[in-house]
Every structure is written in C-alpha cells, then in structure tokens.
T-cell receptor
Framework: GENVEQHPSTLSVQEGDSAVIKCTYSDSASNYFPWYKQELGKGPQLIID?????GEKKDQRIAVTLNKTAKHFSLHITETQPEDSAVYFCAAPGYSTLTFGKGTMLLVSP | GAGVSQSPSNKVTEKGKDVELRCDPI?????LYWYRQSLGQGLEFLIYFQGNSAPDKSGLPSDRFSAERTGGSVSTLTIQRTQQEDSAVYLCASSRLAGYNEQFFGPGTRLTVL
C-alpha cells in the first residue's frame, strides 16, 4: 500500500516568514495529493490539492509543488500569520481512500 | 449549509464497556469514512462506505470494532469491550463522490477509556 512520510513534525516560524512542509510517497501511480489543515478541536479541512498533470498550484499565500520523479510534494506558505498556526497533513491515494502523513504542527509567533 | 456532524463530542467510558459513535454526513454525499487520530499521530483509516457497495473494513484494528451505515446516510461506529488503547479522537468524513475527491470532516468524538 501507499506509504506517506511527512517532515518536519514541528515547525516554528516568525510572523511574516515562509514555511515549507515536505512529503514523500511510495506509489508511483499516485495522482492526487491534497493538503489538510486541522485547527485545535476541529476536523481537518482541505486547503489545497494538486493532481499529477501539473507541477505547481498556487492559491494566494499557499502553494503546492509536485516532483513525480522524486515522488515528493511540498506545501509552501508565504507571509505566515498567527492564524496559520495549526496541524497540516499531506495525503496520497491509498487502496480505497487517502493515506495521510503524521502531520506537521506549525507555530507562527507574532 | 450543514457540515458533517458527530456525536457525542466527548465520551468517557470504563474499560470493558461498549460505545457507539454517530456520524451524520453531508446530505447527498455517497462516500463516508471513519478515521482514528491518536495523540501525535496521523489519521488512521478504519472503514469506508460507498453507496450500496460492501464497505471496505480493511482498516479496522480488531473484531471489537464494527460500523454500519443505514439508508446510505447516518453511520454508527461501535467499539465493544473497550480497552485503554482505544482512547483517541474518532473522525468521520464524507465526500460527494467516490475516489480521490475532497473529504469533509466532522469535528470528531474524543473517546477516553479509563
């Protein structure tokens, strides 16, 4: 089955800095890579996703890049704000649903 | 519109007791998923329902865990003879279509087994 590795587990940045979270996957046939944000006490929420026919996708301050050859994809958050503080999960297709990484706790200090 | 709802939000039980967790998916969503989230861990897949097809139970950790989805809508996850290692947040998600599409998560049920 699919194996998803996510790094780092914790990331602390100052407000205004950029944050990058990286994930690797094992199944070269995977073609859909979403990122979810989970705020305290809530369920995860999709923030951006990318399909394997493109290498990069942007939505305001967030972007995702995909390197199919290396089988890794990354989440980039620019101009971080305190409200970006949350746990971020990457995912890749598993057998019948998504396989999630273990999550990255992002802390943005004012 | 209404999102995915789960009840109860918190459940404290004693070891050995049975518990039932409920999930109300978004109306019209054909796919429903249950995940378990332990402290510091990712989302562990438990079970997947798609329409009237047989559910994918491959993620259930033991035969103490079972789930059903009645009328293609509400789902109940049952844990029999609870153990302390069952303590976790149980998340339900639904999606409009099967396959790899956006999943909408509920707020979860935090289960504590004493």
């Amino acid at each position: 089955g699919e194996n998803v590795e996510q790094h780092p587990s914790t990331l602390s940045v100052q407000e205004g800095d950029s944050a990058v979270i990286k994930c690797t996957y094992s199944d070269s046939a995977s073609n859909y890579f979403p990122w979810y944000k989970q705020e305290l006490g809530k369920g995860p929420q999709l923030i951006i996703d990318i399909r394997s026919n493109v290498g990069e996708k942007k939505d305001q301050r967030i972007a995702v890049t995909l390197n199919k050859t290396a089988k890794h994809f990354s989440l980039h958050i620019t101009e971080t704000q305190p409200e970006d503080s949350a746990v971020y999960f990457c995912a890749a297709p598993g057998y019948s649903t998504l396989t999630f990484g273990k999550g990255t706790m992002l802390l943005v200090s004012p | 519109g209404a999102g995915v709802s789960q009840s109860p939000s918190n459940k404290v039980t004693e070891k050995g007791k049975d518990v039932e967790l409920r999930c109300d998916p978004i109306s019209g969503h054909t796919a429903l998923y249950w995940y378990r989230q332990s402290l510091g861990q990712g989302l562990e897949f438990l079970i997947y329902f798609q329409g009237n097809s047989a559910p994918d139970k491959s993620g259930l950790p033991s035969d103490r865990f079972s789930a059903e989805r009645t009328g293609g809508s509400v789902s109940t996850l049952t844990i029999q003879r609870t153990q302390q290692e069952d303590s976790a947040v149980y998340l339900c998600a639904s999606s409009r279509l099967a396959g790899y599409n956006e999943q909408f998560f509920g707020p979860g049920t935090r289960l504590t087994v004493l």
